[in-house]
């Protein structure tokens, strides 16, 4: 039996979606996996209960949130503590925070909640089983903590602008799973229906981490806070280096990502014509971009003049919406008209003509899980393999790799938190100790002895093992396109946030707040339905201020 694909236009090239500048200005879609989780939780209809809750009036103790999803239950055990203000600190070398986190595999019992409440607040240093699914801590937004509590115990209104500028009561300095310090690999959960996508079990530790810091705070100030203003708080992350070498070495991973996004935007390309009610949709999503926009507020002055300078674009390529969304292949003649933009504006442009087709496309994300790796094909002719060199790297070919500035970086894992880094090379000591996330200088090394060499590719391999990552990323890409990043890594002008932008993207975060061009903060489910207002389970995209 034979099933009929719908329609689509052909996908973008890879060797311009896979270039850094264009990663890093990626947006979440509906195709992002916070999204795919809230429509998970809501076609099951999931109910969460909260059968633990011993906190003081000062809001330390503990408690346990659980549902049940797919057929098995999972609780969120998660821990208030007392914490000096000079212990609270973003980065992942810290100790201590305002609160810790484990995903639970079941319902724990006093006697498991005993072993967490000790293990858990020491995150790293702790002791864990293959109950924990994931392990997470966060810190408080200090003023919105206190500035809300201070409120609601006096009765007095909140400020609504400090709520929409942070956005967050906490935020999360790392969100761990896969079998990270000792908790459940990844194979105990991943034919689970539910978690059986990639970081489901993170995603829902994050979405159940924001109703615990509601709880908090309605606990400490003694009153409900209103449910726009819950609605529009989400949980902050502060996310570095550590995310940015996931898209290198889990290359089959990415592909799966990109090819899915990229295939969604193929197919509403293709669509013929828009109906009233499609066009008044785009139009009016297009409206809370704008809105979106002005809320998006950072203090680095660089990337607010980029948000502005994409606010221009925006306003200028919307000014002609209704007309564009009246021709033939509406959505297709919008892509086009936005490549005269920034990138920013053309990838936002990506997100929001995927919006409204959720029946044409929401079925791809089954395809974003990970495929078994590609085995390396000996079998393969020269010729062939030096075609797909040329082909696929020609970018990297050109590269002197001997120069300062081409290979100014290096990447390394840090011994004390065993935390991917990135080090100068001519100013540094550890190059010595370089993670192989090189792919285009070790492809270019390859590709050199490649010309040169006239025998079967076993006999090159025999002659240059070395070369055997390098041929089997470049024959990957036969099947697998959207598999490498086409820039060159260790270079002097190479932004790793362009890659954390890529990856927070798919996981659904918005406002992007740049602290440098190693790490950033975002928000997380902000405008995320409550946990009883699953009905209304996707819709916020891109949220804004309700006033």
């Known amino acids: 039996m034979t099933i009929a694909l719908p329609p689509q236009e052909p996908l973008r090239p890879a060797s311009d979606v896979m270039r850094l500048a264009r990663m890093g200005a990626m947006f979440p879609t509906r195709l992002s996996f916070m999204r795919t989780l809230m429509r998970r939780l809501s076609s099951e209809q999931v109910e969460v209960t909260r059968p633990v809750w011993e906190m003081d009036a000062e809001g330390f103790g503990h408690g346990v949130y659980s549902l049940d999803l797919g057929g098995f239950t999972y609780s969120l055990v998660a821990f208030s503590n007392r914490l000096d203000p000079d212990q609270r600190t973003d980065r992942v070398i810290a100790e201590a925070w305002d ?210 300078e994409l606010q221009r674009d925006w306003d200028d390529l919307t000014s002609g919406l209704p007309e564009i969304l009246d021709q033939k292949k509406p959505l297709d003649q919008l892509v086009r008209v936005s490549e005269a933009f920034g990138l920013d504006c053309q990838e936002l442009v990506v997100s929001l003509v995927l919006e409204p087709f959720g029946d044409l496309i929401d079925g791809l994300t089954e395809c974003m899980g990970m495929a078994d790796p590609v085995p390396l094909d000996p079998r393969m002719d020269m010729s062939v393999l030096r075609d797909l060199v040329d082909q696929h790297f020609g970018w990297a070919l050109p590269i002197d790799f001997a120069t300062q500035k081409d290979s100014a970086q290096f990447w390394y894992v840090s011994e004390e938190k065993l935390e991917p880094r990135l080090g100068l090379r001519y100013e540094e000591p550890g190059g010595e100790l370089e993670s192989p996330l090189d792919i285009g200088r070790q492809v270019q090394a390859m590709s050199f002895d490649l010309n040169d060499y006239a025998g079967s590719l076993p006999d090159f391999l025999r002659a240059f093992p070395q070369h055997r990552a390098a041929i089997q990323r470049v024959q990957r890409l036969v099947t697998h396109p959207y598999a490498e990043i086409r820039d060159n890594l260790i270079c002097k002008t190479c932004k790793p946030i362009d890659m954390l932008r890529c990856k927070l993207s798919f996981f659904g975060a918005a406002k992007f707040d740049p602290k440098s061009d190693r790490w950033t903060r975002i928000t997380l489910a902000q405008g995320a339905p409550l946990r009883d207002e699953l009905e209304q389970a996707d819709d916020w995209w891109l949220p804004v201020f309700a006033k």
């Open 99 to 308: 609160s810790a986190f484990v995903l639970y595999d079941g319902v724990p019992d006093a006697g498991e909640i005993a072993r967490l409440k000790s293990n858990a607040p020491l995150q790293e240093a702790g002791r864990f089983s293959e109950k924990d699914l994931v392990l997470s801590r966060a810190n408080k937004s200090v003023r919105l903590f206190a500035h809300v509590v201070d409120a609601l115990r006096n009765g007095t209104e909140i400020d609504e602008e400090m709520v929409a500028r942070i956005g967050y009561l906490m935020r999360t300095t790392a969100v761990y799973g896969n079998g990270k310090f000792g908790i459940a690999d990844r194979d105990v959960i991943a034919a689970r229906p539910g978690l059986d996508g990639p970081f489901m079990a993170e995603m829902l530790t994050v979405w159940l981490i924001r109703g615990f810091t509601h709880d908090l705070v309605e606990h400490v100030g003694g009153a409900e806070l209103d449910r726009r203003l819950k609605r529009h708080i989400g949980v902050g992350n502060s996310t570095g280096l550590g995310m940015a070498p996931f898209l290198v070495s889990h290359p089959e991973l990415l592909n799966n990502w990109m090819m899915v996004r990229e295939t969604a935007l193929a197919r509403v390309r293709a669509l013929p014509r828009l109906d009233k009610a499609q066009t008044a949709r785009l139009i009016a999503l297009a409206d809370r971009v704008t809105r979106h926009l002005r809320e998006w507020i950072v203090p680095d002055p660089d990337h607010q003049a980029r948000i502005a």
